[in-house]
């Protein structure tokens, strides 16, 4: 039981590349979100998931896709890479009251 | 709209001292969590509350929520160093934004010795 797996854990990027977060999770959970954490900002929502085939856009969804084909997949996508998207990216999936995050992606976009 | 607000952003203790973090919010909820993240890791669960009055504890931490004030606590008796890290509340949307998690901007702990 792996729990929540992040693929990468770092990424630089250019201006304008596009690349996919990966995020998979083995607990069978309907539930997933990905966030973003900045310096003094906490944790803010892009978007989340609550079953396969179902996402809508969380607090900070611009300039970011998701889909969400299989209970286990749910990838972050940056079509477009600016400066403004450096930051650590953290997945989670959740059952009820219980939450599990991914050990987060540290992205650069220089 | 969900706001959260944690006070103090930033708190340097002595070890063997007292002290509270603050949590309010704006919006009606019946859940909070409590997590804690060391530099560099990710986050991890310390408390939910899930109803007004619950109160819980785990060694020199004590968590408490009061729906009606929108306010939850963090308190950190007889602080000792391994408790340095950054602590954060999460607000739970009511109705239609369950499962979604509102944070606080945190609180960076610093315990010295």
């Known amino acids: 039981n792996a729990g929540v797996t992040q693929t990468p854990k770092f990424q630089v990027l250019k201006t304008g590349q596009s690349m996919t977060l990966q995020c998979a999770q083995d607990m069978n959970h309907e539930y997933m979100s990905w966030y973003r954490q900045d310096p003094g900002m906490g944790l803010r929502l892009i978007h989340y998931?609550?079953?396969?085939?179902?996402?809508d856009q969380g607090e900070v969804p611009n300039g970011y896709n998701v889909s969400r084909s299989t209970t286990e997949d749910f990838p972050l996508r940056l079509l477009s890479a600016a400066p403004s998207q450096t930051s650590v990216y953290f997945c989670?999936?959740?059952?009820?009251?219980?939450?599990?995050f991914g050990q987060g992606t540290r992205l650069t976009v220089v | 709209e969900l706001k959260v607000e944690q006070n103090p952003l930033f708190l340097s203790m002595q070890e063997g001292k007292n002290y509270t973090i603050y949590c309010n919010y704006s919006t009606t909820s019946d859940r909070l969590y409590w997590y804690r993240q060391d530099p560099g890791k990710s986050l991890e669960s310390l408390f939910v509350?899930?109803?007004?009055?619950a109160v819980k504890q785990e060694g020199r931490l004590m968590a408490s929520l009061d729906t009606k004030a929108r306010l939850s606590t963090l308190h950190i008796t007889a602080a000792v160093h391994d408790l340095s890290a950054t602590y954060f509340c999460?607000?739970?949307?009511?109705?239609?934004?369950?499962?979604?998690?509102?944070f606080g901007k945190g609180t960076l702990l610093t315990v010295n010795p």
């Open positions: 998931s609550v079953g396969a085939g179902i996402t």
């Open positions: 509350l899930l109803s007004n009055g």
């Open positions: 989670a999936s959740r059952v009820n009251t219980e939450a599990f």
């Open positions: 999460a607000v739970e949307g009511s109705g239609g934004s369950n499962y979604k998690l509102t």
